[in-house]
């Protein structure tokens, strides 16, 4: 949803997939930005409730997020889409992040994702958004 996102420097829009299981107590979630700009850096957000917000603190790009924005962080969280422009995350369903602290992913549980990463127009420092997805758990 959300889509297609805004165009980064490659001249393509950022996409944000999933790979494994939509299956919460199997822990198998591995999230995927792709498109994204060279040796960029970036991670993931989550929101239990989707949104627009066109072109936030200056963004080149959208936020299909609103509410309560958990944020991947932590330590090997933030990373460089490096020389292939893609960063993958492998996440802990035990440990979702959100504002008031980590919680568990139930089923029935329904969670939006989507990357904001580093980018840049005409040399200008920018960031910009990844469309977005929602994954309902088992």
Request: proline share 7%; aromatic share 10%; with cysteine.
């Amino acid at each position: 949803y959300c889509g297609p996102a805004a165009q980064n420097s490659t001249g393509l829009p950022a996409r944000c997939s999933a790979r494994g299981s939509d299956v919460a107590a199997w822990n198998d979630v591995t999230l995927v930005a792709s498109e994204l700009p060279l040796n960029a850096s970036a991670y993931f957000l989550n929101s239990q409730s989707q949104g627009f917000v066109p072109n936030p603190g200056g963004s080149q790009g959208n936020l299909c997020l609103v509410g309560w924005i958990g944020r991947y962080v932590g330590p090997g969280q933030i990373q460089n889409s490096g020389s292939t422009g893609q960063i993958m995350l492998q996440v802990n369903l035990l440990q979702h992040p959100v504002p008031t602290g980590p919680l568990e992913v139930l089923p029935g549980d329904m969670w939006n994702f989507q990357a904001w990463y580093r980018d840049s127009v005409g040399g200008i420092a920018v960031s910009n958004f990844t469309d977005a997805f929602s994954v309902t758990f088992q």
